[in-house]
């Protein structure tokens, strides 16, 4: 098997994450069978009680880890599904070696951070050995940072142990503007550069991160200070969309270099279709509307996940799309939305901003707006429900007022004797049954479904009858019993749904709810 490993310098969040998928995305139109691993170096054992503030949306698995967004970048690049194996934390990776330590697995030795912390790195590099052609490992954080010298030593042990034609490093860097000498500057490219082989890795390639073209003279020039060839210096200019990254890079032969390096030979002719189907929006003068209602609407990385499946489905139907984060807290919430096509209440927790969600939720309810509940915002408008058209005043769920006369959200049993925050929710793959006839089983075209999850607060079933009589009905069920889905009928588009569908979506083969959302937004926008 081959093996690319990603490093960024100077600065975090450059986009290794995505550059590593498009690299992958190419490889895979070439006949490959790619995988991602990402390893990130904070102690966190997972990003599951971190704040989006920290750290964005964290995604969660088909297995149920709970993981960095850049498995969401893999799997919608990729059109992968993504397990615990593709995500590493130092911190899972210190428990693990520490549990073996107790264990007495080490037979007495002293446990240091080499070589057992980097052999456990190693063994989680090669975990899909046999199982893909290629490996992209993404190290996560910057060079230099104390934090990720175990992961960098443990790359450098693992590139020495293969064959010189079995694995590649790739450097992501920054090229900066500086205004007030109106150019680009190398030097920080450089430094960086020099860093990584001070630590004893020598890069075969360089990304450059730009707001600006990189001339040729500055290419000779980073490709002689950080020895590698002219044509191993790749420009990753800022792009529209970053489904047009791989495009990018395969015109500057990005994956001619790479699998010359590797010794590779494509498999099959190489299908562009990829690249043609993502530029569709391009050719639309279709524009709609739609308003995230949400606490984190400064932070749109919380809801990264929503954003992208909005985009790939009216990619999909070739329309344009304005999403505006609004959030939940403004005063004038009620009079911004009124501008909106469709409405979509994310996830969530805790007590803030949840009475601007449910205002948002009836007048969409009212008016007829499309509307789009996932999670606690699928909570939230049973909530809604259950104050105006049950008349159930003070209806709430037990995570909001732990004394409400009316629980229709509630604890389920089993997590209230819990007592870690981390990994206990309900998370990954559950099973729901569809309700013939439903809004629900119209859009997926099946009776049984399976979605990722991740709450730890359910509709309680012992209202359902009651929300059915007003018109707000159950349309799927797990084992039977509790809600997942919840619609109105007589409404353009009112669904609620207690998982994330957002982990489903990827170009080219977009997500019915959303699909349906947004062609309902289409619909009113006319």
Known sequence: MKYIFMTGGVVSSL???????????????HGYKVNMIKMDPYINVDPGTMN??????????????????????????LDMITTRENTNTAGHIYQTVINKERRGDYNGGTVQVIPHITDEIKKRFSVFEKKVDITIVEIGGTIGDIEGLPFIEATRQFILSKKREDVMS?????????????????????HSVNKLREIGIVPDMIVCRTQYPITASMINKISLFCNVPPEAVVEARS???IYYIPESLHEQDVDKFIMKRLGLKSKIKFDSKWFEYVKRQNKSKKVI??????????????????????????MDINVNVNINYISSEDKNLLSIIKKMHGILVPGGFGIRGIEGKIAAIKYARENKVPFFGICLGMQCCVIEAARNLLGLKNANSTEIDAKTPYPVIEMLEEQKDVKYLGGTMRLGNYEAKLVKGSLARDLYKSDTIVERHRHRYEMNPDYVEKFSKAGFDVSGYHKGILPEIVEIKKHPFFIGVQFHPEFGARPMKTHPLFQGFVKACVKRAK
Not at 170 to 190: D, M, R
Not at 292 to 312: F, H, N, R
């Open 15 to 29: 986009g290794k994450g995505i550059t590593g998928a498009s690299i992958g995305k190419l490889l895979q139109l």
């Open 52 to 77: 989006p503030f920290q750290h964005g949306e964290v995604y969660v698995t088909a297995d149920g880890a709970e993981a960095d967004l850049d498995l969401g970048t893999y799997e919608r690049f």
């Open 170 to 190: 790739i450097h992501l860097t920054l090229v900066p503007y500086i205004s007030g000498a109106n150019e680009l500057k190398t030097k920080p490219t450089q």
């Open 239 to 241: 792009c529209s969309s």
């Open 289 to 314: 509307n739609i308003g995230v209602i949400g606490k984190y609407a400064d932070l749109k990385d919380a809801y990264k996940s929503i954003d992208e499946s909005i985009k790939i489905s009216a």
